[in-house]
Nanobody
Framework: QVQLVESGGGSVQAGGSLTLSCVAS????????MGWFRQAPGKEREFVAA????????YYADSVKGRFTISRDNAKNTVFLQMNSLKPEDTALYYC???????????????WGQGTQVTVSS
């Protein structure tokens, strides 16, 4: 499994921006599809975004499309989530995730980070 450590969460006002980072263990990062999920209080964890090994393919939940951008730097074993035009409903614990296939990284990835909190106030 890939070891994942997220950072970059914080508190921001609605309309603001944050960038989350996730550093992965070096051995398998370049072969892994990477994704971001989030979980708000009292709700189930939900998919946010995913990216292929090369970065040439990306996929987003409808709720964040056009506002969030996922990217990766394979030289630094890092995946990013740029979040713009944040809304109070984006408030959640954001998790980095990893797996070896497109389907798995979107639905049930095997590797997870511990999460980083994002709070958006109105």
């Amino acid at each position: 499994q890939v070891q994942l450590v997220e950072s970059g969460g914080g508190s921001v006002q609605a309309g603001g921006s944050l960038t989350l980072s996730c550093v992965a263990s070096a051995r398998t990062f370049m072969t892994a599809y990477m994704g971001w999920f989030r979980q708000a209080p009292g709700k189930e964890r939900e998919f946010v975004a995913a990216i292929s090994r090369s970065g040439g393919w990306t996929y987003y939940a409808d709720s964040v499309k056009g506002r969030f951008t996922i990217s990766r730097d394979n030289a630094k074993n890092t995946v990013f989530l740029q979040m713009n035009s944040l809304k109070p409903e984006d408030t959640a614990l954001y998790y980095c995730a990893s797996d070896q296939t497109t389907g798995a990284v979107i639905t049930r990835p095997r590797s997870w980070g511990q999460g980083t909190q994002v709070t958006v106030s109105s």
